[in-house]
């Protein structure tokens, strides 16, 4: 039997917790220890599987499936393709830098670990189940870490931003499960495979696809965030610490671009044909509206987090021009997204920790102090607004590309234009940031600030190094997610 790669890799985590958990005492350093072992553990035989992945074929890989609940067709199936393992290699990545990120974390040390690995495991379950049940369950299960971890470590209106993600989240979650159930009634299966082969576009009436097809997709336009969905981000990402603000932006808001291509996008795709251009306008105005909405940012936290929805908005607009280039610029935005997110909020954390404060206006000069801090802010800042050599301008320029070159959507070619706009106004929002916070006047008051220490300049420099490697060789991942995203292309254009 071959080696269960994919059930070692999302319960490794849950194992490294449950150990956490029963370590007698509450050493620090052996609890970080651990839960670091385990995250690189994970992410080591992520990285076996991405090496290992056959790029010459289709369907699912490293397939693991038995049946589960039979009187109701449920099964414990997993497996990825070219769609979902660079979202798995992103989210083993970013768990193990979330557990370096928290090494100062002194509160409740031991709790605060085993939710931060549990939540790894939701997520990870997200992007290899196979079967909606499964893939249900595993998108439930983050909610409870995520809330714990907000609310107990977090700061602000800590609970009420973690009640707030809650209660979005989970009313999101029933109108999927009632999408879930319908679509099982209608085609007696939950398998995802046989689910997207099926052409239910033709065989249900067009009222009932669209129905189910939008019921499912308010889950996903929820997480990603889409405007108005939007407005939970940015409680939950000021009030977060700092390490749950990286997870949140780096692999949470993923498995809501996931779920539209994998279940909404691949099961009905005549239907995702049909309301298209819908979705192409919310893109464009969630990319200017939510940009503006940065420019307006006072706070380091608030601004990243409102950028945030401007980005998303990319995603969007590269799923719904369906094209193989535009949703294969959408993938590689979404793991572009989450490693220079995942950098901004982590260098947040940093000024923060040393200086205290995270209103802009209350900063200047930081560079005099924290050289280091200030030039891979710097560059996760040029990656943001798309610098040519980062991923940030390799990902955008597929998604752009691939968009105004669909023939899905009529008129896409001004959708997409009105869209570039938005990095226009990344460049105005970044640049501002960064003047403000490190260039402009010093402040007396943070003279003798330290820079990064040592631990920090391994998490902050292994985000840069991944940033540069996908802006000068996108090609690592795009030989891989095009894998996934010609059949689901085959069926639009079948």
Not at 281 to 303: E, F, M
Not at 329 to 340: D, E, P, R, T
Not at 412 to 437: C, D, K, N, P, Q
Request: proline fraction near 4%; charge should be neutral; glycine fraction near 10%.
């Amino acid at each position: 039997m071959e080696f269960p790669y994919l059930s070692a890799i999302i319960f490794l985590p849950v194992i490294g917790a449950i150990i956490i958990a029963l370590l007698p005492g509450a050493n620090p350093r052996r609890i970080k220890l651990t839960a670091a072992l385990f995250t690189a553990v994970s992410f080591a035989l992520s990285l076996a599987l991405f090496a290992m992945f056959d790029r010459s074929i289709d369907g699912p890989q490293f397939v693991e499936q038995f049946s589960w609940i039979p009187a109701f067709n449920v099964q414990y199936f997993l497996g990825v393709d070219g769609l979902s393992l660079p979202l798995v290699l992103l989210t083993t990545f970013i768990g193990f830098l979330a557990v370096l990120i928290s090494w100062k974390v002194d509160l409740r040390i031991k709790e605060y670990f085993a939710w931060l690995l549990l939540l790894e495991m939701g997520i990870l379950g997200v992007f290899c189940s196979l079967d909606l049940i499964l893939f249900f369950i595993f998108w439930e299960v983050e909610l409870i870490p995520m809330y714990m971890l907000i609310s107990i470590w977090g700061t602000g209106r800590k609970e009420y931003s973690a009640i707030k993600f809650v209660l979005y989240t989970l009313f999101g979650s029933a109108f999927m499960l009632a999408g879930i159930l319908l679509l099982y009634l209608q085609a007696g299966t939950f398998d995802m495979i046989v689910l997207a082969g099926m052409g239910l576009d033709s065989i249900l009436s067009s009222m009932m696809a669209g129905g189910i097809f939008f019921l499912i997709i308010v889950a996903y336009a929820i997480k990603l965030p889409i405007v108005p969905f939007h407005t939970w981000l940015p409680d939950a990402h000021t009030d977060a610490p700092t390490a749950v603000s990286v997870v949140l932006a780096g692999v949470l808001l993923k498995m809501g671009g996931y779920g539209m291509i994998r279940v909404s996008v691949s099961i009905f795709p005549e239907t995702a044909e049909r309301y298209a251009l819908l979705f192409v306008v919310i893109a464009v105005i969630g990319v200017i509206y939510g940009a503006a909405l940065t420019l307006r940012q006072t706070d380091l936290k608030k601004l990243i987090a409102y950028s945030s929805v401007s980005h998303m908005g990319f995603v969007l607009l590269g799923i719904f021009a369906l094209s193989e280039v535009s949703m294969t610029g959408a993938v590689l935005q979404m793991v572009s997204h989450g490693v220079i997110t995942g950098l901004l909020f982590a260098m947040v954390g940093l000024v923060y920790y040393k200086t205290h404060e995270r209103s802009i206006p209350r900063l200047g000069g930081l560079v005099r102090q924290m050289p280091v801090i200030a030039v891979v802010f710097s560059i996760a800042g040029f990656a943001a607004l798309g610098l040519p050599g980062t991923s940030g301008f390799a990902a955008e320029a597929i998604t752009f590309v691939g968009s105004y070159g669909s023939t899905i959507v009529s008129g896409i070619e001004i959708y997409t234009i009105l869209a570039i706009t938005g990095v226009v106004f990344s460049a105005g929002y970044i640049l501002w940031m960064l003047r403000r916070v490190f260039y402009g006047p010093p402040w007396d008051e943070y003279n003798g600030v330290p820079d990064a220490d040592r631990l920090e300049k391994v998490y902050i420099f292994a985000f840069v190094a991944v940033i540069m490697l996908i802006g000068l060789y996108p090609v690592i991942f795009t030989n891989v997610i095009k894998m996934g995203i010609q059949p689901i292309v085959g069926m639009i254009n079948g």
